[in-house]
């Protein structure tokens, strides 16, 4: 069975820091591309980051390029999201997603978390 499981997430005031963690099992972790995805309230989906296998790539979001380190430890099975510089406009569900393919687009991805909250206060 597939786990996929955020943690990290809380409350933060703008300008600082937080480190998510995706942690996975039931699945070929190595195999598989993860990116990381968040939904605030009254809003789409969207791609935050993405790392390829054998961590080819990373990409991000223009939103946070220059902000966000995405990382992958495959001896782990787990993937990671550095936030530095958060904003209020951070604020959202972030969710980790694992897939065949390194891309944005959620719809390549198989395999989904149930989120942790991120919330960036002024």
């Known amino acids: 069975e597939v786990h996929i499981v955020e943690s990290g997430g809380g409350l933060v005031q703008a300008g600082g820091s937080l480190r998510l963690s995706c942690a996975t099992s039931?699945?070929?972790?190595?195999?598989?591309?993860i990116g990381w995805f968040r939904q605030a309230p009254g809003k789409e989906r969207e791609g935050v980051s993405c790392?390829?296998?054998?961590?080819?790539?990373?990409y991000y979001a223009d939103l946070v390029k220059g902000r966000f380190t995405i990382s992958r430890d495959d001896t782990k099975n787990t993937a990671y999201l550095q936030m530095n510089s958060l904003e209020p406009e951070d604020t959202a569900v972030y969710y980790c997603?694992?897939?065949?393919?390194?891309?944005?687009?959620?719809?390549?991805?198989?395999?989904w978390g149930q989120g942790t909250q991120v919330t960036v206060s002024s």
């Open positions: 997603a694992a897939g065949a393919r390194a891309t944005l687009m959620s719809q390549w991805y198989d395999y």
């Open positions: 039931g699945f070929g972790f190595r195999s598989y591309a």
């Open positions: 790392i390829a296998e054998g961590t080819y790539g990373p």
